[in-house]
C-alpha cells in the first residue's frame, strides 16, 4: 500500500517570498508522483507529475518539484509566490501498472500574505 | 484527456434522505473511482467502481450507505443513503489517465449539505 505525508498543514508566506511544501511518501512498489492544487471551491487541477527520467520536474504557474528517491520526497516550490497561489496543495501517488486510484496526502493551506 | 460531468454540483439535504450523484465521462473508461473530502479534509477513496461487476469499497466504506451503478463504460452513480449531517462532504468521482503515468481527471464535484 501505498501513503503520502504532507508536512505541512499550513504555510503562510508574503507575496514575492519563494515557497517549499513537502510531501514525503512510502511504497513498497514504483509509483508516480503528482500535485494537484484546489482553489476555493473549484475542483483539483494538476500541477505536475513525476512519471521518469529528470528529477526535476516543471508545472504550470511556475512550480516545479524535485522527486529524490533515497529520502522519498517529492517537495514543491515556486521561486516567487502570488496572491493567486492561494489554495489548497495536495501530494499524491498512484502505482505504475496503471488505472489505479490516487492516495492523497492531507494537503497544505498555502495563504500568501500582501 | 477526459472530461468529467458530475451532478448535482451542490445539495442540501434533511436527515435521513437519500442523494444519488451521477458522473458522466466523455470517454470510454475501465475504471471509475469515487472519493469522499470532508470539511477541510483530503481526499478518501470511497470505492473503484469496474463496469460489469460489483464496485470494490475501501476500509470503512459499505454497499449498503453508499450503493454505486456502473452500467455502462461512459456513467456512474453514487448514492449516499440515510444521510447524517457527518455525511456533508464533497464527493468526487475520477478516471485514471489512459495510458500508464497520466494523471487522474476528476468532476467538478458534489458539495453536500446534511441538516
Known amino acids: 500500500a501505498q501513503s503520502v505525508t504532507q508536512l505541512d498543514s499550513q504555510v503562510p508566506v508574503f507575496e514575492e517570498a519563494p515557497v517549499e511544501l513537502r510531501c514525503n511518501y512510502s511504497s513498497s512498489v514504483s509509483v508516480y508522483l503528482f500535485w494537484y492544487v484546489q482553489y476555493p471551491n473549484q475542483g483539483l487541477q494538476l500541477l505536475l507529475k513525476y512519471l521518469s527520467g529528470s528529477t526535476l520536474v516543471k508545472g504550470i504557474n511556475g512550480f516545479e518539484a524535485e522527486f529524490n528517491k533515497s529520502q522519498t520526497s517529492f517537495h514543491l516550490r515556486k521561486p516567487s509566490v502570488h496572491i493567486s497561489d492561494t489554495a489548497e496543495y495536495f501530494c499524491?501517488?498512484?502505482?505504475?501498472?496503471?488505472?489505479?486510484?490516487?492516495?492523497f496526502g492531507k494537503g497544505t493551506r498555502l495563504s500568501v500574505i500582501a | 484527456s477526459a472530461v468529467i460531468s458530475q451532478k448535482p454540483s451542490r445539495d442540501i439535504c434533511q436527515r435521513g434522505t437519500s442523494l444519488t450523484i451521477q458522473c458522466q465521462v466523455d470517454s470510454q473508461v475501465t475504471m471509475m473511482f469515487w472519493y469522499r473530502q470532508q470539511p477541510g479534509q483530503s481526499l478518501t477513496l470511497i470505492a473503484t467502481a469496474n463496469q460489469g461487476s460489483e464496485a470494490t469499497y475501501e476500509s470503512g466504506f459499505v454497499i449498503d450507505k453508499f450503493p454505486i451503478s456502473r452500467p455502462n463504460l461512459t456513467f456512474s452513480t453514487l448514492t449516499v443513503s440515510n444521510m447524517s449531517p457527518e455525511d456533508s462532504s464533497i464527493y468526487l468521482c475520477s478516471v485514471a489517465g489512459g495510458g500508464m503515468g497520466t494523471e487522474a481527471f476528476f468532476g467538478q464535484g458534489t458539495r453536500l449539505t446534511v441538516v
Open positions: 499524491a501517488v498512484t502505482r505504475i501498472s496503471g488505472n489505479t486510484p490516487l492516495v
